[in-house]
């Protein structure tokens, strides 16, 4: 089955440092662990899971200075 039937979409979520953490995934939840699988745990602590917007890929560079 080819990975177009599943749509995906990038989410920008909140960080306690006040920088945003790029993901994306079909949902937040699994935007969320695919994070899991590059970053340490330390890493994820940073980031609140509930805070967080959908955004296309062509607003993306919108956004770009607020990537931590």
């Excluded at 590059?38 to 607020?66: A, D, G, P």
Aim: hydrophobic share 35%.
């Amino acid at each position: 089955m080819s990975s177009f039937s599943n749509p995906h979409y990038m989410y920008l979520f909140d960080m306690k440092n006040g920088k945003k953490k790029l993901a994306y995934g079909q949902s937040p939840e699994d935007a969320l662990d695919i994070l899991r699988i590059r970053l340490s745990e330390s890493e994820m602590n940073e980031i609140l899971s509930e805070h967080y917007i959908k955004i296309s890929q062509r607003t993306m560079q919108e956004y770009v200075h607020l990537l931590g």
